[in-house]
């Protein structure tokens, strides 16, 4: 089976631009999640959706960043404009929720974001 | 507010010298904790789930086991094939899906 699928893997691009990363969950599973990992922070919950709606983005550092998920098969998330201290691993997780026994969750080998 | 505590943040070992991962946590009702590890340049990857004090989980020279305010990954005889960051995450009832992570073990296994 497919796991989860993210693009790019990497993406080095100048302070001011824009960027999208994509991610494709995992077939059947109703659940996506944004993570942000550095260094300094560790793993960080950006955003999860659950059936397509945004259930919690306490995390979403400032309105610079936003993701939608149009789809049970895709997701984005998008950094307007983009700063130097948003370089990081960005990696975006699938699950099934509802589901007994609990289930875990699914990563993506995630895109690695260097911002200039 | 759930948190995870993971000691040591690194552990360098020599082929064979068992040792024990730990990950305290407080979570408001706990549905499950989690054991990922991650590779360099790879995302985390599911290892074992527990979801009641005094579970056991088993896979190769991994143990993982579960009190009620902490966990323990075991690793009996590692292989240098083992190091890896050994990451811990639970989910609290209240937030079915949502998992809070610790900041990992980052562990080494010297042939």
């Known amino acids: 089976d497919a796991g989860v699928i993210q693009s790019p893997r990497h993406e080095v691009t100048e302070m001011g631009q824009e960027v999208t990363l994509r991610c494709k969950p995992i077939?059947?599973?109703?659940?996506l999640f944004w993570y942000r990992q550095t260094m300094m922070r560790g793993l960080e919950l950006l955003i999860y959706?659950?059936?397509?709606?945004?259930?919690?983005d306490s995390g979403m550092p400032e309105d610079r960043f936003s993701a939608k998920m149009p789809n049970a098969s895709f997701s984005t998330l998008k950094i307007q404009p983009s700063e130097p201290r948003d370089s990081a691993v960005y990696f975006c997780a699938s699950s099934l929720i509802g589901q007994s026994p609990n289930q875990p969750q699914h990563f993506g080998d995630g895109t690695r974001l260097s911002i200039l | 507010e759930d948190q995870v505590t993971q000691s040591p943040e690194a552990l360098r070992l020599q082929e064979g010298e068992s040792s024990s991962l730990n990950c305290s946590y407080t979570v408001s009702g706990l549905r499950g904790l989690f054991w990922y590890r991650q590779d360099p340049g790879k995302g985390p990857e599911f290892l074992f789930t527990?979801?009641?004090a005094g579970e056991e989980k088993e896979k190769e020279r991994l143990k993982a086991t579960l009190t009620k305010k902490e966990s323990f990954l075991h690793i009996t005889a590692p292989k240098p094939e083992d190091s890896a960051t050994y990451l811990c995450?639970?989910?609290?009832?209240?937030?079915?899906?949502?998992?809070?992570f610790g900041d990992g073990t980052t562990l080494t296994v010297k042939p």
């Open positions: 077939s059947g599973h109703n659940s």
């Open positions: 995450a639970v989910q609290a009832n209240t937030n079915a899906g949502k998992s809070t």
């Open positions: 527990l979801y009641s």
């Open positions: 959706f659950n059936n397509n709606v945004p259930i919690d």
